[in-house]
């Protein structure tokens, strides 16, 4: 039967709806924990589940394009949550920086732009590459669930049931969630203090154990699996278990305050936590932009035979390319449009009418974000990871020096590299979202101009939303009280402080974390993955590892591979209602206390008592994954 067209009132306004929940998700989690989740595979199954519901029989298409307004959302939260909450965490040392709505807006809105226009002409070749090639991990996955509702009878019957099985998950866990953050019935962490020796443990060998008990933590783990979950986690581990206590062993009593005069306390004298957030996070701040390197090194051969196939769509402009894409004129056009408006933002938003600094900043962001762009999708493509963070990162420093070179510097200049990288990184994570929003309407039968077109809408309300969000959790948390971690943010803050003030930074423990990027990559250990651990707090670590755990489990109990296959898509199914549920409910429970509904909990979560209340909850979630996946 005939497919239903693409784009319709049905299909862009469930997509505009999924862009704003998945938006709003995705910042609390990515601010809470540091990893945001891409909503495609959410999106396709609520998409199959609605169409199904309304009795929308051969909606295939329909479901791409709502997938694929509503995708923006992952990709633009990336953008802009790894970068501008900088601009809050340093503003309590430099009370003269600020960030309004208007700036984050226009940055995340014409970093994603870019980053979609500048994808454009290298999507033959990545999309139409053979699958063994670019295997595309989560196109496979989002394109079986949105083929599962593709005709009438049994197949779309399959699809609606894949959402009951969703929404349930997101009610549970967004009700546990809701219940830590707003009454705190329960603590949100489960440490080794609350054993009678563990503190004593923690102040003289510098050794703790960390937990963070979310159920949105606990889906973000089985999502990504054992494998990298084990290997961020033994990242955090090296990190707490053998630099912190190898430190206040070494440098007992000798106060390290080369480039933080603020430092005071010997090191033997600090807590772990002092130690990890004094030293150890430049560690893993030095691993994560040699990881980026690396990513770039070993994608050098991608770039250039992208850009060649780039070359030959523009000199082909009129012929078969046209037909499929937009057209190589428009898409030129509106490149040098929207860089155009980047400068003038840069020259009279950013940088207060200086016209030196804004064109330097423009061709900086321009050659960046180009190049870059095709190791995002490279990434994407392979392994479905994007080393955003490590490339925003490289971004910033060479901004930095730039910058500093030629005369911008102090508080000014650090907002306006974080705003730079504000735009490159949502350009970067951009590219590699929509790379697999393009492959999935390959498959699918989509024509991709519908894709590029409706994907500036997603873009848009992404970035309205997002904005907002940001804005609501610093009124109400505040970035520089600890209470997010936005570990990618504070990694920014740490590195752009010294570089724009002229205070020396920690360039040997940079050094240090760079030469256990390079070991890690030549011993085929991903380096990323390791280096992210380094450098988030270990408690947003360790449940991640608990959540592959219960994916390797359920996967591997059955002798039957089918049935172990069933298995993990239905954890995949639960999992991703843990995230978004959490994540939702984190969203309003945020807003209630910044509508001044707050319960005063402190007293009671200082009690080790609710750390084990918080255990004893913990284990019944497992419990109630595993079952649900089981049954």
């Known amino acids: 039967m ?79 949550i790894f970068t501008l909450p900088a601009i809050y965490i340093l503003q309590a040392k430099y009370p003269e920086m600020s960030a309004d709505f208007l700036k984050i807006f226009i940055a995340s809105m014409l970093g994603g732009v870019l980053g979609i226009l500048f994808l454009i002409p290298f999507r033959r070749y990545f999309v139409e ?69 563990g503190e004593d443990v923690a102040e003289k060998a510098k050794l ?40 206040a062993i070494i440098f007992s009593g000798d106060v390290l305050n080369q480039w933080n005069p603020a430092i005071t306390t010997a090191v033997g004298d600090m807590s772990p936590e002092q130690i990890f957030t004094s030293y150890g996070k430049s560690i893993g701040i030095g691993a994560i932009a040699m990881a980026g390197i690396i990513g770039i090194i070993k994608s050098w051969g991608v770039i250039k035979s992208a850009v060649g196939l780039a070359t030959k769509a523009g000199e082909n402009s009129g012929e078969a390319t046209d037909k499929a894409d937009l057209p190589f004129k428009f898409i030129a056009i509106s490149a040098v449009l929207t860089l155009l408006v980047t400068f003038l933002f840069f020259w009279f938003g950013v940088m207060d009418g200086n016209l030196l ?70 350009a970067l994570s951009m590219a590699g979202s929509f790379i697999t929003d393009l492959k999935i309407g390959h498959w699918c039968g989509t024509q991709p101009r519908k894709q590029e077109t409706w994907k500036f809408l997603g873009t848009l309300v992404s970035a309205a939303t997002v904005g907002g969000v940001m804005m609501l959790l610093n009124e109400t948390y505040g970035f520089a009280s600890g209470a997010l971690a936005a570990p990618q943010a ?41 280096a992210l651990g380094m450098f988030i707090p270990m408690e947003l670590n360790v449940p991640l ?49 910044f509508g001044g509904i707050q319960f005063d909990y402190e007293a009671w979560w200082a009690n080790s008592l609710s750390e084990w209340c918080s255990l004893g909850a913990y284990i019944l979630l497992i419990a109630y994954f595993i079952r649900t996946i089981k049954k």
């Open 357 to 426: 600094f804004a064109s330097v900043a423009i061709i900086l962001t321009a050659v960046i974000a180009f190049l870059f762009t095709t190791v995002a999708a490279n990434a994407i493509a392979i392994v479905g990871s994007n080393p955003v963070s490590g490339m925003t990162l490289m971004t910033l420093i060479l901004a930095s020096v730039v910058m500093v070179a030629v005369g911008l510097k102090g508080t000014g200049g650090m907002v306006a590299a974080l705003i730079m990288g504000g735009v490159v990184c949502t």
């Open 490 to 530: 504070n990694a920014m803050a740490a590195v752009i402080d010294p570089l724009m003030n002229g205070v020396g930074a920690p360039w040997p423990l940079y050094a240090l974390g760079a030469i256990i990027a390079v070991v890690l990559t030549f011993c085929k250990v991903p380096a990323l993955a390791f």
């Open 2 to 80: 005939k497919q239903k067209s693409e784009v319709n009132a049905w299909s862009v306004t469930w997509g505009v709806l999924m862009a704003m929940l998945f938006s709003a998700a995705a910042a609390y989690l990515g601010l809470k924990v540091g990893q945001v989740f891409e909503a495609a595979i959410p999106i396709a199954i609520i998409a199959v589940g609605v169409s199904a519901a309304a009795k929308r029989s051969n909606a295939l298409r329909e479901n791409v394009i709502i997938q694929s307004i509503g995708a923006c959302s992952g990709a633009v939260v990336a953008g802009a």
């Open 545 to 593: 590892l608990v959540g592959g755990a219960v994916s390797w489990y359920v996967t591997t109990r059955s002798k039957d591979e089918a049935v172990n296959k069933a298995r993990g898509e239905k954890g995949n199914l639960i999992a991703s209602g843990f995230i978004a549920g959490g994540a939702l409910m984190g969203v309003i429970s945020a807003l209630l206390r």
């Open 129 to 197: 590459a053979p699958q063994e090639q670019f295997p595309f991990p989560e196109a496979t996955a989002t394109t079986q669930v949105l083929k599962s509702g593709e005709s009438d009878g049994d197949d779309a019957e399959k699809g609606s049931s894949q959402a009951k099985p969703l929404l349930i998950a997101g009610l549970v866990g967004g009700l546990y969630d809701f219940i830590v953050a707003t009454f705190g019935w329960w603590n949100e962490n489960v440490t080794s203090r609350m054993l009678p020796f």
């Open 208 to 247: 703790v154990f960390k937990n963070n008990t979310g159920a949105a933590v606990l889906g973000l783990g089985y999502i990504i699996g054992f494998r990298y979950a084990l290997i961020i986690t033994l990242g955090s581990l090296f990190v707490w278990w053998l630099v912190v206590p190898a430190m």
